[in-house]
């Protein structure tokens, strides 16, 4: 245990947890109207 933060995270790791989330949640909406999209195309 060398990172003993983990018990208590820091605002820091919660910001950065906050933007990976909302990254990854607007990453998989844009895929599905990607998809969307070429499937409505066709």
Known sequence: MSEPD????????????ALVW???IIGVIVVIVWLGMILFIR
Do not use: A, I, S, V
């Open 6 to 17: 983990d018990n208590e995270p820091e605002p820091r790791d919660r910001l950065t947890w």
């Open 22 to 24: 909302g990254m990854g």
